[in-house]
């Protein structure tokens, strides 16, 4: 059983992160967090979404290059690549170029046909065609206006005489540019004429571009039968059409160059040298850039000066807090004096003000007791008016009597017989009678 060094396993996985072609360009959207600017310019944060985080780096000389300032919680579209710093085996994200995040459901509709025509097997390379080594015929489908197809001449008339170029225009911009693209693409695979085309337009935004990210441009790139090198943009534009073309060039020029072969080979070769040359220095002073400010960011972290910044926050955070302690404490004393002044006011203020209330309720109590009595006069009047309406005596004096027998009261015939002793009390006395005779009604 042969065992791996901690640093042979590093350095694999450094070599399988750093080399993936998948991870050589990688395109993220995220929030900045634990933002930090290095002293010499650096950056270094994390990219953040609901779910996850990864660091990020981002030197001095990319820095430059931003067109607005960084900071906490912004939402971004970076690009970069991965990068391994050995010593504590941590991964990170080497930032080339980071702008704000504007582009909301376009970023979205990118990354889902994207992963669509993945799935389908649209990137695969056994779809794509070789480049011819010597075309006869160049194909450029682009705007007839635009500085591409000028860029395109010049640069074959330099590398390539035998070639010809031969331009299919198209609208590469706007609602129907789209649709154009894909006419100019199969009509030159109709007229078969040319060896290569090359697909492509100058820089923009991701809204100038959008048309290379649209099915119809891709779906007439995908099945040409004519080889396709895309130039699409900038250096840093990636299109969806990029992945499905046959060659991806980083600009016209560049696809031009990819088109032609060139007519000196030692020239080539030491091109071809001095690229590999400059691609290895580059990877060196990377990979030393990524380990300085990786000992920077640990320089800074043991550094005293940082501790003492830290011991500073703090000491200026509980002062805060005590200051406001304070205040509060002699706010509630303040308050708490203010009711003992009210409760030791002078007898004298309080007898006053007693004498004022006790003068106002006798006041009030005597014009009550006046509206109850001349409400019971009046009450006696009325009842007095009726007791008189009732009174029997008043009626005697229009000529009634009471008859009575034994004390009781006659008010029927049939009370009485013949030769029976009666009372009659009239108004003024009583007189008694005997029933001579009596006859019924």
């Known amino acids: 059983m042969n065992y791996l060094t901690v640093s042979a396993l590093t350095k694999y996985i450094k070599t399988k992160l750093e ?6 360009m990688i395109y993220l959207k995220g929030e900045i967090s634990n933002f930090k600017r290095h002293n010499r310019g650096h950056l270094y944060f994390r990219i953040k979404d609901n779910e996850a985080s990864i660091n990020a780096i981002m030197f001095a000389s990319d820095v430059s290059r931003l067109n607005f300032e960084p900071k906490e919680g912004d939402d971004v579209l970076i690009t970069g690549r991965m990068s391994v710093y050995m010593p504590s085996g941590s991964y990170s994200i080497q930032v080339r170029t980071m702008e704000k995040s504007g582009i909301g459901d376009l970023y979205l509709q990118y990354e889902k046909l994207k992963k669509e025509l993945e799935q389908k097997g649209y990137f ?21 206006t635009g500085a591409v197809i000028e860029d395109i001449k010049n640069t074959v008339r330099r590398r390539y005489l035998l070639s010809e170029i031969l331009l299919y225009p198209a609208q590469v911009q706007g609602k129907t540019s789209a649709q154009s693209i894909r006419q100019a693409i199969e009509r030159a695979n109709r007229e078969a004429i040319a060896d290569v085309l090359i697909v492509g337009r100058g820089g923009g935004s991701i809204e100038d571009l959008w048309s290379f990210n649209e099915e119809a441009t891709i779906e007439a790139i995908y099945h040409s039968k004519i080889p396709i090198i895309t130039a699409i943009g900038h250096e840093t534009d990636f299109t969806i059409s990029d992945f499905v073309a046959d060659l991806r060039a980083p600009t016209p020029t560049a696809a031009a160059e990819l088109a032609t072969p060139n007519t000196d080979d030692l020239v080539k ?70 009711h003992l ?49 009732l009174n029997p005596l008043m009626l005697m004096d229009k000529g009634f009597a009471v008859i009575s027998k034994e004390e009781r009261v006659l008010t029927s015939i049939e009370s009485v017989d013949v030769g029976d002793p009666i009372s009659i009390r009239f108004k003024d006395g009583i007189a008694s009678a005997e029933i001579t005779g009596k006859k019924e009604s």
């Open 19 to 24: 080399t993936d072609k998948h991870l050589t």
């Open 124 to 144: 695969q390379d056994e779809h794509k065609k070789p480049i011819p080594g010597f075309p006869k015929v160049i194909g450029v489908v682009t705007s007839d």
């Open 269 to 338: 070769r030491i091109k071809e040298s001095l690229t590999q040359i400059d691609y290895r220095v580059r990877r060196v002073i990377s990979t030393k850039e990524t380990e300085l400010v990786y000992l920077d960011q640990r320089l800074d972290q043991l550094s005293p000066s940082v501790r003492i910044e830290r011991l500073e926050e703090t000491f200026e955070r509980l002062q805060g807090e005590l200051r406001r302690n304070y205040a509060a404490l002699l706010h509630d004393q303040q308050q708490r004096m203010i």
């Open 341 to 389: 002044r009210s409760m030791l006011r002078p007898p004298t203020e309080r007898v006053e003000r007693s004498k004022s209330d006790l003068k106002a309720i006798n006041q009030r109590a005597d014009e009550r007791i006046q509206q109850i009595f001349s409400a019971k006069s009046h009450r006696f009047e009325v009842l007095k008016t009726r007791l008189e309406s």
